[in-house]
Protein backbone atom coordinates (compact mmCIF):
# COMPACT_ATOMS: atom_id res chain seq x y z
CA UNK A 1 0.00 0.00 0.00
CA UNK A 2 1.47 3.62 -1.09
CA UNK A 3 1.35 6.87 0.99
CA UNK A 4 -2.81 7.78 1.06
CA UNK A 5 -4.33 10.35 -1.35
CA UNK A 6 -7.55 12.10 -0.84
CA UNK A 7 -7.37 12.77 -4.36
CA UNK A 8 -7.98 10.26 -5.77
CA UNK A 9 -10.97 9.50 -3.83
CA UNK A 10 -13.14 12.01 -5.23
CA UNK A 11 -16.27 10.90 -7.12
CA UNK A 12 -16.10 12.20 -10.76
CA UNK A 13 -19.11 14.79 -10.06
CA UNK A 14 -16.96 16.51 -7.52
CA UNK A 15 -13.61 16.44 -9.75
CA UNK A 16 -15.59 18.81 -11.79
CA UNK A 17 -16.74 21.07 -9.00
CA UNK A 18 -15.10 24.36 -9.20
CA UNK A 19 -15.22 27.48 -6.79
CA UNK A 20 -17.65 30.19 -6.91
CA UNK A 21 -15.96 32.81 -8.75
CA UNK A 22 -17.25 35.90 -6.74
CA UNK A 23 -17.20 34.15 -3.57
CA UNK A 24 -13.22 32.92 -4.34
CA UNK A 25 -12.91 37.60 -5.12
CA UNK A 26 -14.47 38.07 -2.66
CA UNK A 27 -13.03 36.00 0.31
CA UNK A 28 -9.69 36.47 -1.02
CA UNK A 29 -9.48 40.28 -0.60
CA UNK A 30 -11.31 40.59 2.66
CA UNK A 31 -9.51 42.34 5.03
CA UNK A 32 -6.97 44.04 2.11
CA UNK A 33 -6.30 47.77 3.30
CA UNK A 34 -7.54 50.22 1.09
CA UNK A 35 -9.58 47.70 -1.02
CA UNK A 36 -12.86 49.22 -2.25
CA UNK A 37 -14.83 46.41 -3.17
CA UNK A 38 -17.53 47.02 -5.60
CA UNK A 39 -17.75 42.73 -6.59
CA UNK A 40 -19.67 41.39 -4.23
CA UNK A 41 -23.54 41.54 -3.84
CA UNK A 42 -24.10 41.74 -0.49
CA UNK A 43 -27.22 43.54 0.64
CA UNK A 44 -26.83 46.75 2.62
CA UNK A 45 -27.55 45.65 6.51
CA UNK A 46 -28.90 49.23 6.98
CA UNK A 47 -32.74 47.83 5.82
CA UNK A 48 -32.20 44.81 7.90
CA UNK A 49 -35.24 44.86 10.37
CA UNK A 50 -33.26 42.93 13.22
CA UNK A 51 -30.91 44.94 15.14
CA UNK A 52 -30.49 43.06 18.70
CA UNK A 53 -30.24 39.60 19.42
CA UNK A 54 -30.37 37.94 23.28
CA UNK A 55 -30.54 34.59 24.53
CA UNK A 56 -32.00 33.04 27.77
CA UNK A 57 -30.73 29.91 29.26
CA UNK A 58 -32.67 27.32 30.96
CA UNK A 59 -31.02 28.35 34.28
CA UNK A 60 -31.73 31.83 34.17
CA UNK A 61 -28.59 33.49 32.54
CA UNK A 62 -29.43 35.62 29.35
CA UNK A 63 -26.44 36.20 26.59
CA UNK A 64 -26.69 39.27 24.55
CA UNK A 65 -25.03 38.61 21.29
CA UNK A 66 -22.96 41.99 20.22
CA UNK A 67 -23.80 44.08 18.03
CA UNK A 68 -20.85 43.19 15.47
CA UNK A 69 -21.66 39.88 15.86
CA UNK A 70 -25.32 40.21 15.38
CA UNK A 71 -24.92 42.16 11.80
CA UNK A 72 -22.00 39.48 10.77
CA UNK A 73 -25.13 36.95 11.83
CA UNK A 74 -27.47 38.46 9.47
CA UNK A 75 -25.09 38.90 6.17
CA UNK A 76 -23.83 36.52 3.71
CA UNK A 77 -20.48 34.95 5.06
CA UNK A 78 -17.97 32.47 4.38
CA UNK A 79 -19.07 28.71 2.68
CA UNK A 80 -17.11 27.11 5.30
CA UNK A 81 -18.36 28.52 8.39
CA UNK A 82 -18.51 31.45 10.20
CA UNK A 83 -14.22 32.10 10.98
CA UNK A 84 -15.04 32.25 15.31
CA UNK A 85 -17.38 29.51 15.46
CA UNK A 86 -15.03 27.39 13.05
CA UNK A 87 -12.39 28.07 15.52
CA UNK A 88 -13.75 27.31 18.61
CA UNK A 89 -15.29 23.71 17.06
CA UNK A 90 -11.64 23.27 16.51
CA UNK A 91 -10.39 23.54 19.52
CA UNK A 92 -13.06 21.31 20.94
CA UNK A 93 -11.96 19.01 18.51
CA UNK A 94 -8.56 19.02 19.15
CA UNK A 95 -9.34 18.79 23.55
CA UNK A 96 -11.61 15.41 22.55
CA UNK A 97 -10.01 13.69 20.28
CA UNK A 98 -6.56 15.83 19.38
CA UNK A 99 -6.17 14.41 15.57
CA UNK A 100 -2.74 12.80 14.87
CA UNK A 101 -2.53 14.50 11.84
CA UNK A 102 -3.97 18.31 10.50
CA UNK A 103 -7.72 18.59 10.18
CA UNK A 104 -9.83 21.41 8.92
CA UNK A 105 -13.52 21.58 9.61
CA UNK A 106 -16.34 22.84 8.10
CA UNK A 107 -20.17 23.39 9.79
CA UNK A 108 -23.29 22.22 7.67
CA UNK A 109 -27.22 22.38 8.15
CA UNK A 110 -26.62 19.52 10.50
CA UNK A 111 -24.44 16.82 9.82
CA UNK A 112 -27.08 15.11 7.46
CA UNK A 113 -26.08 17.32 5.07
CA UNK A 114 -22.28 17.20 5.23
CA UNK A 115 -22.96 12.83 4.90
CA UNK A 116 -25.45 13.14 2.04
CA UNK A 117 -22.56 15.94 0.51
CA UNK A 118 -19.72 12.86 1.25
CA UNK A 119 -21.50 10.59 0.01
CA UNK A 120 -21.34 12.31 -3.42
CA UNK A 121 -18.14 13.46 -2.81
CA UNK A 122 -16.55 9.98 -2.65
CA UNK A 123 -19.14 7.72 -4.77
CA UNK A 124 -20.04 7.26 -8.08
CA UNK A 125 -22.63 5.94 -9.50
CA UNK A 126 -22.52 2.22 -9.13
CA UNK A 127 -20.41 1.90 -6.31
CA UNK A 128 -19.63 -0.52 -3.73
CA UNK A 129 -19.82 1.03 -0.10
CA UNK A 130 -19.71 -0.81 2.99
CA UNK A 131 -22.53 0.00 5.59
CA UNK A 132 -23.73 -1.28 8.73
CA UNK A 133 -26.26 -4.05 9.17
CA UNK A 134 -28.46 -2.61 10.28
CA UNK A 135 -28.09 1.03 9.51
CA UNK A 136 -29.43 4.59 9.36
CA UNK A 137 -32.22 5.06 7.20
CA UNK A 138 -31.54 8.81 6.97
CA UNK A 139 -28.21 7.89 5.08
CA UNK A 140 -29.68 5.22 2.93
CA UNK A 141 -32.18 7.82 1.76
CA UNK A 142 -29.53 10.39 1.04
CA UNK A 143 -27.70 7.33 -1.26
CA UNK A 144 -30.48 6.15 -2.73
CA UNK A 145 -30.22 8.93 -5.83
CA UNK A 146 -26.38 7.64 -5.95
CA UNK A 147 -27.25 4.48 -6.55
CA UNK A 148 -24.16 2.47 -5.04
CA UNK A 149 -23.54 -1.13 -4.58
CA UNK A 150 -24.34 -1.95 -0.69
CA UNK A 151 -21.75 -4.27 1.10
CA UNK A 152 -23.75 -5.17 4.61
CA UNK A 153 -20.83 -6.04 6.91
CA UNK A 154 -21.94 -7.97 9.62
CA UNK A 155 -22.24 -6.36 13.51
CA UNK A 156 -23.30 -7.51 16.77
CA UNK A 157 -24.08 -6.17 20.60
CA UNK A 158 -20.89 -4.19 20.29
CA UNK A 159 -21.15 -2.91 16.24
CA UNK A 160 -19.36 -3.94 13.76
CA UNK A 161 -17.86 -7.35 14.05
CA UNK A 162 -13.78 -6.81 12.32
CA UNK A 163 -13.57 -10.25 11.08
CA UNK A 164 -17.01 -9.72 8.94
CA UNK A 165 -15.15 -6.65 7.54
CA UNK A 166 -12.01 -8.49 7.01
CA UNK A 167 -13.60 -11.30 5.39
CA UNK A 168 -15.52 -9.17 2.89
CA UNK A 169 -12.01 -7.52 1.66
CA UNK A 170 -9.94 -9.82 1.49
CA UNK A 171 -11.84 -12.26 -0.50
CA UNK A 172 -13.34 -9.52 -2.55
CA UNK A 173 -14.35 -10.42 -5.93
CA UNK A 174 -12.94 -8.37 -8.70
CA UNK A 175 -16.09 -9.34 -11.10
CA UNK A 176 -18.46 -7.22 -8.43
CA UNK A 177 -16.70 -4.49 -9.63
CA UNK A 178 -14.31 -2.30 -7.94
CA UNK A 179 -13.41 -3.65 -4.19
CA UNK A 180 -14.98 -1.29 -1.87
CA UNK A 181 -13.31 2.09 -0.66
CA UNK A 182 -14.98 3.79 1.41
CA UNK A 183 -17.02 2.37 4.69
CA UNK A 184 -19.90 4.33 6.68
CA UNK A 185 -20.10 3.60 10.53
CA UNK A 186 -22.13 5.04 13.14
CA UNK A 187 -19.89 3.58 15.85
CA UNK A 188 -21.64 5.42 19.31
CA UNK A 189 -25.13 4.85 20.44
CA UNK A 190 -25.48 3.34 16.73
CA UNK A 191 -28.76 4.51 15.28
CA UNK A 192 -31.08 1.79 15.16
CA UNK A 193 -29.11 -0.98 17.50
CA UNK A 194 -27.43 0.83 19.93
CA UNK A 195 -24.49 -0.38 19.79
CA UNK A 196 -20.91 1.13 20.87
CA UNK A 197 -17.76 -0.48 18.76
CA UNK A 198 -15.23 -1.18 22.12
CA UNK A 199 -11.58 0.15 21.38
CA UNK A 200 -10.09 -2.99 20.80
CA UNK A 201 -12.56 -3.21 17.59
CA UNK A 202 -11.64 0.15 16.59
CA UNK A 203 -8.37 -0.07 16.76
CA UNK A 204 -8.83 -3.35 14.32
CA UNK A 205 -11.42 -1.94 12.00
CA UNK A 206 -8.92 1.01 11.65
CA UNK A 207 -6.00 -1.52 10.97
CA UNK A 208 -8.36 -2.88 8.34
CA UNK A 209 -8.87 0.05 6.45
CA UNK A 210 -5.16 0.78 6.38
CA UNK A 211 -4.98 -2.55 4.54
CA UNK A 212 -6.92 -2.10 2.07
CA UNK A 213 -6.71 1.60 1.51
CA UNK A 214 -10.82 2.31 3.04
CA UNK A 215 -11.98 5.41 3.60
CA UNK A 216 -13.51 5.99 7.24
CA UNK A 217 -17.16 7.92 7.32
CA UNK A 218 -17.26 8.22 11.15
CA UNK A 219 -21.14 9.54 11.73
CA UNK A 220 -21.44 10.26 15.54
CA UNK A 221 -24.10 12.38 16.51
CA UNK A 222 -24.52 10.28 19.50
CA UNK A 223 -20.72 11.07 20.66
CA UNK A 224 -21.90 13.45 23.78
CA UNK A 225 -25.09 10.81 24.25
CA UNK A 226 -22.42 8.09 25.77
CA UNK A 227 -23.81 7.19 28.89
CA UNK A 228 -21.91 4.06 30.23
CA UNK A 229 -22.47 0.25 30.85
CA UNK A 230 -24.15 -1.38 33.49
CA UNK A 231 -23.27 -1.44 37.18
CA UNK A 232 -20.27 -2.55 37.75
CA UNK A 233 -18.84 -2.20 33.77
CA UNK A 234 -16.20 0.06 32.88
CA UNK A 235 -17.73 3.73 31.30
CA UNK A 236 -14.61 4.85 30.13
CA UNK A 237 -15.58 6.31 26.41
CA UNK A 238 -14.31 4.62 23.34
CA UNK A 239 -11.52 6.69 21.78
CA UNK A 240 -13.06 7.79 18.45
CA UNK A 241 -11.29 6.51 14.75
CA UNK A 242 -10.65 10.33 14.59
CA UNK A 243 -7.95 10.30 17.81
CA UNK A 244 -6.60 7.05 15.63
CA UNK A 245 -5.90 8.42 12.38
CA UNK A 246 -2.24 8.66 11.62
CA UNK A 247 -3.26 8.42 7.80
CA UNK A 248 -6.11 11.26 7.38
CA UNK A 249 -7.93 8.08 6.39
CA UNK A 250 -11.10 9.21 8.77
CA UNK A 251 -13.93 11.91 7.89
CA UNK A 252 -15.46 12.52 10.70
CA UNK A 253 -19.19 13.84 11.79
CA UNK A 254 -20.59 15.84 14.45
CA UNK A 255 -24.07 16.93 14.99
CA UNK A 256 -24.93 19.37 17.89
CA UNK A 257 -28.30 18.57 17.57
CA UNK A 258 -28.69 16.18 20.67
CA UNK A 259 -27.09 18.33 22.84
CA UNK A 260 -27.80 21.88 21.74
CA UNK A 261 -30.97 21.97 19.68
CA UNK A 262 -32.08 20.11 16.86
CA UNK A 263 -34.00 22.91 15.25
CA UNK A 264 -30.86 24.95 14.56
CA UNK A 265 -29.71 22.56 12.06
CA UNK A 266 -25.74 22.74 12.85
CA UNK A 267 -23.20 20.22 12.52
CA UNK A 268 -19.87 20.03 11.37
CA UNK A 269 -17.56 17.95 9.86
CA UNK A 270 -13.65 17.41 10.27
CA UNK A 271 -11.14 15.84 7.90
CA UNK A 272 -8.10 16.40 5.88
CA UNK A 273 -8.27 19.62 3.87
CA UNK A 274 -8.20 17.88 0.71
CA UNK A 275 -12.17 16.26 1.54
CA UNK A 276 -13.02 19.40 3.16
CA UNK A 277 -12.12 21.76 0.02
CA UNK A 278 -14.25 19.50 -2.38
CA UNK A 279 -17.35 20.20 -0.14
CA UNK A 280 -16.94 23.98 0.43
CA UNK A 281 -16.97 24.04 -3.53
CA UNK A 282 -20.38 22.21 -3.68
CA UNK A 283 -21.85 24.31 -1.04
CA UNK A 284 -20.71 27.80 -2.91
CA UNK A 285 -22.52 26.70 -5.87
CA UNK A 286 -25.87 25.30 -4.08
CA UNK A 287 -26.84 26.50 -0.18
CA UNK A 288 -23.73 29.07 -0.19
CA UNK A 289 -23.35 28.95 3.57
CA UNK A 290 -25.24 27.31 6.70
CA UNK A 291 -27.84 30.10 8.49
CA UNK A 292 -25.47 32.39 10.27
CA UNK A 293 -28.16 32.94 12.89
CA UNK A 294 -27.76 29.72 14.65
CA UNK A 295 -23.94 29.95 14.19
CA UNK A 296 -24.06 33.21 15.89
CA UNK A 297 -25.76 31.64 19.13
CA UNK A 298 -23.86 28.54 19.31
CA UNK A 299 -20.73 30.40 18.87
CA UNK A 300 -21.84 33.33 21.80
CA UNK A 301 -22.92 29.97 23.95
CA UNK A 302 -19.87 28.64 23.50
CA UNK A 303 -18.32 31.73 24.47
CA UNK A 304 -20.12 32.06 27.23
CA UNK A 305 -19.51 28.44 28.85
CA UNK A 306 -15.75 28.02 27.99
CA UNK A 307 -14.69 24.68 28.35
CA UNK A 308 -16.04 23.98 31.58
CA UNK A 309 -19.64 25.31 30.89
CA UNK A 310 -19.62 23.18 28.01
CA UNK A 311 -18.35 19.89 30.04
CA UNK A 312 -20.80 20.60 32.48
CA UNK A 313 -23.71 20.57 30.38
CA UNK A 314 -22.68 17.78 28.31
CA UNK A 315 -22.82 16.01 31.78
CA UNK A 316 -25.81 17.00 32.43
CA UNK A 317 -27.30 15.85 29.45
CA UNK A 318 -25.73 12.60 29.91
CA UNK A 319 -27.36 12.23 33.14
CA UNK A 320 -30.64 12.97 31.79
CA UNK A 321 -30.25 10.02 28.93
CA UNK A 322 -29.11 7.86 31.01
CA UNK A 323 -31.71 8.26 33.96
CA UNK A 324 -34.39 7.31 31.33
CA UNK A 325 -32.26 4.60 29.68
CA UNK A 326 -32.62 2.92 33.02
CA UNK A 327 -36.27 3.42 33.30
CA UNK A 328 -36.81 2.12 29.81
CA UNK A 329 -35.06 -1.31 30.03
CA UNK A 330 -37.12 -1.77 33.66
CA UNK A 331 -39.93 -1.34 31.78
CA UNK A 332 -38.71 -3.94 28.49
CA UNK A 333 -37.80 -6.45 31.83
CA UNK A 334 -41.36 -5.97 33.34
CA UNK A 335 -43.29 -6.36 30.13
CA UNK A 336 -41.03 -7.88 27.32
CA UNK A 337 -39.23 -10.76 29.00
CA UNK A 338 -40.09 -14.16 27.19
CA UNK A 339 -41.21 -11.90 24.21
CA UNK A 340 -38.22 -10.25 22.68
CA UNK A 341 -34.40 -9.63 22.70
CA UNK A 342 -32.36 -6.82 23.22
CA UNK A 343 -29.34 -4.98 24.01
CA UNK A 344 -28.59 -2.60 27.24
CA UNK A 345 -27.33 0.44 25.10
CA UNK A 346 -24.19 2.37 26.18
CA UNK A 347 -24.96 5.47 24.04
CA UNK A 348 -27.57 7.47 22.56
CA UNK A 349 -31.69 6.97 22.82
CA UNK A 350 -32.39 3.60 21.24
CA UNK A 351 -33.13 0.19 22.05
CA UNK A 352 -33.15 -2.43 19.41
CA UNK A 353 -35.49 -5.03 19.79
CA UNK A 354 -35.58 -8.49 18.55
CA UNK A 355 -39.19 -10.03 18.53
CA UNK A 356 -39.06 -13.85 19.91
CA UNK A 357 -42.35 -15.42 17.88
CA UNK A 358 -42.68 -12.51 15.07
CA UNK A 359 -40.65 -13.15 12.22
CA UNK A 360 -41.88 -10.30 9.74
CA UNK A 361 -42.62 -7.47 12.16
CA UNK A 362 -43.68 -4.71 8.95
CA UNK A 363 -47.76 -5.35 9.18
CA UNK A 364 -47.25 -5.76 12.88
CA UNK A 365 -45.54 -1.74 13.60
CA UNK A 366 -47.21 -0.13 10.14
CA UNK A 367 -50.90 -1.30 10.83
CA UNK A 368 -51.55 -3.27 13.91
CA UNK A 369 -49.47 -1.09 16.21
CA UNK A 370 -50.79 1.80 14.89
CA UNK A 371 -54.18 0.93 16.13
CA UNK A 372 -52.93 -0.06 19.37
CA UNK A 373 -51.69 3.49 19.15
CA UNK A 374 -48.09 2.59 19.53
CA UNK A 375 -45.83 4.07 17.08
CA UNK A 376 -42.30 2.33 16.79
CA UNK A 377 -39.89 1.53 13.31
CA UNK A 378 -40.02 -1.52 11.67
CA UNK A 379 -36.43 -3.35 11.26
CA UNK A 380 -36.74 -3.56 7.57
CA UNK A 381 -36.62 0.31 7.34
CA UNK A 382 -32.76 -0.41 8.59
CA UNK A 383 -31.41 -2.60 6.31
CA UNK A 384 -30.09 -2.11 2.39
CA UNK A 385 -31.62 -5.55 1.00
CA UNK A 386 -35.53 -4.53 2.58
CA UNK A 387 -36.18 -8.16 3.57
CA UNK A 388 -38.74 -8.44 6.38
CA UNK A 389 -37.11 -9.78 9.58
CA UNK A 390 -38.00 -9.81 13.60
CA UNK A 391 -36.39 -6.30 14.56
CA UNK A 392 -37.97 -2.76 15.45
CA UNK A 393 -36.49 0.29 17.00
CA UNK A 394 -37.90 2.34 19.75
CA UNK A 395 -36.78 5.32 21.28
CA UNK A 396 -36.90 6.45 24.95
CA UNK A 397 -36.23 10.49 24.46
CA UNK A 398 -39.38 11.89 24.40
CA UNK A 399 -41.87 9.50 26.50
CA UNK A 400 -42.19 10.12 30.31
CA UNK A 401 -42.20 6.55 32.59
CA UNK A 402 -45.70 6.70 32.24
CA UNK A 403 -45.89 6.40 28.74
CA UNK A 404 -42.47 3.85 28.80
CA UNK A 405 -45.19 2.04 30.99
CA UNK A 406 -48.11 1.73 28.75
CA UNK A 407 -46.57 1.90 25.52
CA UNK A 408 -44.38 -1.32 26.45
CA UNK A 409 -47.73 -2.64 28.21
CA UNK A 410 -49.24 -2.13 24.80
CA UNK A 411 -46.88 -4.05 22.81
CA UNK A 412 -46.36 -6.68 24.75
CA UNK A 413 -50.16 -7.66 24.64
CA UNK A 414 -49.88 -7.23 20.41
CA UNK A 415 -47.05 -9.37 20.48
CA UNK A 416 -48.68 -12.54 22.49
CA UNK A 417 -52.01 -11.92 20.28
CA UNK A 418 -49.73 -12.50 17.08
CA UNK A 419 -47.20 -14.80 17.60
CA UNK A 420 -46.59 -17.18 14.97
CA UNK A 421 -48.06 -20.45 15.28
Known amino acids: MGKFDPLTYLSRRYSNRKPSTIRKIVSDNVGVPGMLSLAGGLPNPAVFPISGLSMTLQNGTTIDVPPSQVTEGLQYSASQGMPKLLSQLHHLQQRTHNPPHEVELIVGTGSQSLLAQTFDMLLNPGDSLLVEAPTYPGSLAALQPIAPSFVPVQTDAE ?135 GQVMISSLLEQWGDDGWDAHVCTVKAFYAQRREKFIHYCEKHLTGLAEWVYPKAGMFVWFKFLHVADTLDLIMEKAKKEKILLVPGQSFFTDGKPNNCVRASFSLVTDEQMDEALSRLAKLLRDNADK
Not at 166 to 173: A, E, F
Not at 195 to 205: H, L, N, Q, S, Y
Open 159 to 293: GIIPQSLRSILNGWDSSKGQKPRVLYTIPTGQNPSGATIPDDRRIEIYSIAQDHDVVIMEDDPYYYLYLGGKDGESSVQPKSFMSMDVDGRVLRFDSLSKVLSSGMRIGFMTARKEFISPIVKDIQGTVLHTSNI
